[in-house]
């Protein structure tokens, strides 16, 4: 049986403190039931900012969208998130993910790393945080307990095991990292076969997680070939017509949209689904069309 569905929104753009305050109030009218932030440079800082964005609100979750493992030491990471945790009230999520942008590395003066390498660091944090947050000892003390829900981000073997083995929600990019950083869009049938890879991995769970999107982009339109033409550049490996299928590109009349993500929920599990900032109003009449679903 399939889960009602969830709408995250990622919240990318530094702000002062009464303008931030007032687009989480925003996220919240649109009816969204997660407010993320990233963990890049040049955006803004992940907790102080859910902090503020709880504070703004009454109904949202709050949670970061994900942070990069490699910026983060797991005993300063775990007072960051028992504190967060606390002063939200408990509504704080946990993603995490392993990075993928070296030139943020580079700028921080931390190490990059292979994959592997990077990999082997997130498996540290994520065993390091659910040690200390789960004992009773540690200070500050969150307020979810043992801890708060864990969403990893990622694609590859490895980081599907490892959500298997420890996160509550299954974040896919839907793209994939190539050279030089950038990211390559899956088809349908390349998300069809990691989705089913990370259900080999769970198949000894005793709950399925939650399994999450990340949409790239979102545009209500009567003419969804106009909308995804432009978009093409970016994606010169696919037709127009194998781009439009595509799970990460709402194009279409609302009730087109309410239908493509009726139609993965069933393909893929997808249910929680989050959207990039600059497309939170757009995004806002689908999730009212959804909403109860």
């Not at 960051?80 to 943020?104: I, K, M, P, S």
């Not at 997130?122 to 979810?144: W, Y």
């Not at 949409?215 to 106009?226: H, Y």
Request: glycine residues 10%; hydrophobic residues 40%.
């Amino acid at each position: 049986m399939n889960r009602p569905f969830r709408f995250g929104v990622n919240m990318l753009t530094p702000a002062s403190g009464d303008e931030w305050r007032k687009r989480c109030r925003r996220a919240e009218e649109l009816g969204y039931d997660v407010i993320l932030v990233a963990d890049h440079l040049g955006m803004p800082s992940p907790f102080p900012s859910l902090v503020a964005a709880a504070e703004a609100t009454e109904r949202p979750r709050v949670g970061t969208f994900v942070l990069n493992a490699g910026f983060w030491n797991p005993t300063l990471l775990a007072r960051e998130v028992a504190t967060t945790d606390a002063l939200t009230g408990g509504r704080l999520e946990l993603g995490l993910g392993a990075g993928y942008v070296q030139a943020e590395h580079d700028a921080a003066g931390l190490p990059w790393g292979s994959p592997g390498e990077r990999v082997d660091h997130l498996r540290c944090v994520v065993e390091e945080l659910d040690r200390l947050l789960g004992s009773d000892e540690h200070l500050p003390r969150p307020a979810q307990h043992p801890r708060q829900p864990l969403l990893i981000g990622g694609n590859g073997d490895r980081m599907l095991k490892l959500t298997a083995e420890h996160a509550e929600i299954a974040a896919f990019t839907g793209a994939r990292s190539v050279a030089g950083g950038a990211l390559r869009h899956l088809t349908p049938e390349e998300l069809d076969e990691r989705v089913a890879a990370y259900h080999r991995f769970a198949a000894g769970r005793a709950e399925p997680a939650e399994l999450n999107l990340l949409i790239q982009l979102v545009e209500v339109t009567a003419d969804r070939r106009a909308a995804v033409r432009p978009a093409l550049q970016h994606i010169p490996h696919l037709t127009e017509d194998q781009a439009l299928d595509l799970p990460l590109l709402l194009l279409g009349t609302v009730g087109e949209i309410a239908d493509q993500l009726r139609a993965q929920r069933e393909r893929y599990g997808f249910t929680y689904i989050t959207v990039l900032e600059q497309y939170a109003e757009a995004f806002g009449p689908v999730i009212e069309e959804l909403r109860g679903e």
